[in-house]
Structure formats: C-alpha cells, structure tokens
C-alpha cells in the first residue's frame, strides 16, 4: 500500500512562488510514475505535472509551462512541484497521485494515477 502525503501549500499573493513536497512511502518509490494534479472548488480535477520514473520526462499542463517545474528525489522517496509566478487561476487543491508504471501512456488523465495523497491547499490572492 502507497500513502502519498503531500506538504508545502500555503497562502501566497500573485507573483509569488511555493514548493509542494510529496512524500510516498510503502513501496518502491523510484520505479513508477508520479504526478501533479489539482481540484478548485466546483471543478473537476485536473492534471498539472507528471514525471517519468527515473525522472527524464516530464509533462505539464499548457497554462503552468514555464512557471512550474516538477522533479523527484529517488533516494528521498520525495516529489516536488515548484511554482513559481503564481497566478489566482493556480488556486485548488493541489494532489500528489502515484502509478504502478514507469512510464505514463496518459498522463493527464487521472485514472492513470493509482495512489493518491489527502491533498494541501495552494491559496493565491490578487
């Protein structure tokens, strides 16, 4: 059993930039898939960043490229999502979400993803 457990959202005004941590312990952390997704309030949830296993590919949403940068720590077992230039749009709540494979076929959708965290607000004001 995985339990991911996200950490690091907060309050920030717009421009300003937070790192999200996940740490997922249970399993081998390095050998599969990771991803970033968020859920604002009366919306779906929504892909925001993935990362391969080995963390050579990456994938983002169109509206965070260039402001938000996913990596991993094999060694730590941890997930990160740095964002910076935050926008109020960026509001949600924001889910760290583990697979069983190394490589995603899709990404961005979200039954790809088999373990999923409780989530950590990310609040930015204008």
């Known amino acids: 059993q995985v339990q991911p457990v996200e950490s690091g959202g907060g309050l920030v005004q717009t421009g300003g930039s937070l790192r999200l941590s996940c740490a997922a312990s249970g399993r081998t952390f390095g050998n599969y898939a990771m991803g970033w997704l968020r859920q604002a309030p009366g919306k779906e949830r929504e892909f925001v960043a993935a990362?391969?296993?080995?963390?050579?590919?990456?994938y983002y949403r169109d509206s965070v490229k260039g402001r938000f940068t996913i990596s991993r720590d094999n060694v730590k077992n941890t997930l990160y999502l740095r964002m910076n230039n935050l926008k109020p749009e960026d509001t949600a709540v924001y889910y760290c979400?583990?697979?069983?494979?190394?490589?995603?076929?899709?990404?961005?959708?979200?039954?790809?993803?088999?373990?999923w965290g409780q989530g950590t607000q990310v609040t930015v004001s204008s």
């Open positions: 979400a583990v697979s069983r494979v190394r490589t995603l076929h899709q990404p961005t959708e979200p039954y790809e993803y088999n373990y």
């Open positions: 990362i391969s296993w080995s963390g050579a590919t990456t």
